[in-house]
């Protein structure tokens, strides 16, 4: 099941070793000023609207030649809207709570555990939540394939990681981190340094890039199907607890009912709305994993379902337990 691996991605995650991350501290402030400089000064400029909540900015950073590590919280919910970093790339790791990222207009929920990469050409806009803690990766569009051209074709403006790359994801970011914190000590293996950054870039450009323009033409059928399907899974992950109708759906997707509804059959065996509702089911028991000790009933209208029984039934079918035996469970 795609949702399931979903989840063994984000465990995998927590392999990550940011020790040598740490070491280097660029920011501890609650000033919101002296913490807007100091991430334009690394990133790029940016627009950046604070939510009224306390400021506990941090920031740390590393680096693997070209490519820059940091690891960023603000403490407060903000919404950021940055100017288009036109020669990197981003790749955005949600290490606690959640980002939302509009992409050149496409809307995805980046939840913890999640790895997004992102190029935007027209406009992007980031809102992490309160307490959010990122992982971003800064890489040169120099080292992914040269400029524009046969070399490297951009096929989207922001894409997930898929589940099942996580494990090799995380292995090259320890890599990278390991060699940034041995850094001088590695100066006779220089062949050996170049060749994991260029690797690791090469990696995340493949995520948004087709790096051979024959290749793109081939493969645009298969292409075409796998972003209605991340279309559709980031609609409904942004709006897990707001009603979601069959038209709202389509609209998101760019296609009909009919066309949805085979979309739905070939890639997650159910229609489109039971869909919906086995996303949410995952939402919730992921959520209930995480804080055994919540009110079950809050927690059944965090995620849509306003009849406490119905969605126990649900749960039950879902997963062969009911939410007060997972709690139970988990408890014991």
């Known amino acids: 099941m795609r949702l399931a691996a979903r989840h063994e991605g984000a465990a995998t995650l927590r392999r990550l070793d940011l020790a040598p991350l740490y070491e280097q501290c660029l920011l501890h402030s609650d000033v919101r ?29 590393a680096r693997m030649g070209a490519i ?40 995805s ?27 971003l990766v800064r890489v040169p569009l120099a080292l992914v394939g040269g400029e524009a051209g046969p070399r490297r074709t951009l096929v989207r403006s922001g894409h997930m990681l898929a589940p099942a790359l996580a494990p090799l994801f995380v292995d090259q970011i320890n890599l990278a981190l390991g060699i940034a914190r041995h850094g001088i ?25 087709d790096l051979g323009a024959a290749a793109a033409r081939a493969d645009r059928p298969r292409q075409d ?7 559709l899974e980031s609609f409904i992950h942004a709006r897990l607890a707001a009603p979601i109708t069959l038209e709202d759906l389509t609209a998101a997707v760019g296609v009909g009912r009919s066309q949805l509804n085979s979309l739905c059959r070939e890639a997650f065996d159910c229609s489109p709305m039971a869909l919906v509702r086995r996303m949410r089911l995952e939402a919730a028991r992921g959520d209930l994993e995480r804080e055994p000790d919540q009110d079950l009933t809050s927690l059944s209208l965090r995620y ?19 939410p007060r035996d997972t709690r139970r469970r988990l408890r014991g």
């Not at 919910?77 to 606690?96: C, G, K, N, Q």
């Open 185 to 209: 000590e590695l100066d006779n293996l220089d062949d050996w340094r170049t060749h994991v950054e260029t690797g690791f870039a090469r990696f995340a450009g493949m995520q948004l890039f």
């Open 68 to 107: 820059s590590f940091y690891a960023m919280q603000y403490g407060d919910e903000v919404a950021i809207t940055p100017d288009l970093y036109r020669d990197f790339m981003l790749v955005h790791v949600s290490l606690r709570n959640g980002i939302e990222i509009e992409a050149d207009g496409r809307l």
């Open 33 to 61: 000023k002296e913490t807007y400089d100091c991430i334009a000064g690394e990133l790029c400029d940016y627009g950046l609207t604070w939510r009224g909540a306390d400021v506990d900015a941090r920031a740390y950073k």
């Open 225 to 231: 199907g796998r972003d209605r399907r991340e279309r």
């Open 109 to 135: 929920h980046v939840p913890e555990g999640g790895v997004f990469f992102s190029a935007p050409q027209q406009r992007i806009r980031l809102r992490w939540q309160e307490g959010c803690q990122q992982l």
């Open 304 to 322: 849509g379902f306003e009849h406490q029984s119905r969605f126990a039934q649900y749960y039950r079918d879902a997963f062969g337990e009911r």
